[in-house]
């Protein structure tokens, strides 16, 4: 209740902006006005890639001052900067995963997902859900992948314990799929100490026969995370490997320049966006045929945080 814890959170939030970026970044500018940075392989366990000296993929979005940042990420004169970044990719993976008919039959639809998972679990027409509701849902779905539990999904939502609680209990009699998979994944992985991807990609859990309780939720929780994020990234970076090989008969001016998760940045000539933004959206979405349709949303402009969605 105090007012200063307020001020505190604005002074800690614009301290991190200005040490991780501000003072940073500029001192790893080259000689170009370029800054370049370091793409792990072999760091991240689930097989995205990661991104050091600076951390490009960290850089902030969800706040105003935060988006500032973005700004300074500008394409070179008579070039724009191409965003093209999966939809909902992790949730669709969970999907297949699960084979839950409920969820393939949304994405198969063209629903979107979270305003899917409001209705289902309000009991309401899918016009009629607030926005609310479907913020609630959104963190409902994503918390599932991570195990979140009642605890977390209280606080991230900013709801009651109960309310998260009831919720879950809804969540898992709508999409009894997911339940199954996540109860059957645990199983095998206690019995094969191993998870894997869609495409057979395996990452070991010693720890799921640990005998401290902690540890061994800990370990339960990220196998069934691996299989969706490890699949996720599997399908990136065969994406990657399609559109560098045919982006320069497209337009050989053009340079993929960063992966940032579920999304790849390309500084592309103004005039050849919309081509290649095309290229890039068809060779992505039809990398592998995973069972339901896989979209990619693409967006241009002069800097990382002003742009507008390219109609393909």
Known sequence: LHPIIELIEQYREVAK???????????MIDAHGRVHTTYNQAIAATGRLSSTDPNLQNIPIRT???????????????????SCDYSQIELRVV???AKDEK????????????TATAASIWGIKKDEVTKDQRRIAKAINFGIIFGQGPHGLSMVADISYA?????????????????????ATKEFVRKSGYAETLFGRRRYFPDIQSPLPQLRAQAERMAINMPVQGTDADLMKLAMIAVYKELPRV??????????????VF?????????????AKETMESISRIGIPTVVEARAGTNWAEMEKVVC
């Open 267 to 279: 500084e592309v000539p103004k005039k050849d966006v919309q081509r290649v933004a095309a290229f």
């Open 163 to 183: 309310d998260a609680k009831s919720f879950i209990d809804k969540y898992f009699t709508i999409y009894h799929g997911v339940k199954s998979y996540m109860d």
């Open 64 to 82: 105003e001052l935060g988006r500032k940042i973005r700004r300074a990420f500008v394409a070179q004169a008579g070039y724009q900067l191409l």
């Open 95 to 97: 999907a297949v995963l």
């Open 103 to 114: 969820m393939l039959e949304a994405f198969k639809r063209g629903d979107d997902i979270h």
């Open 17 to 27: 902006l200005l040490s991780t970026y501000v003072e940073t970044i500029p001192e």
């Open 251 to 264: 337009c050989p001016e053009a340079k993929m320049i960063l992966q940032v998760h579920d999304e790849l």
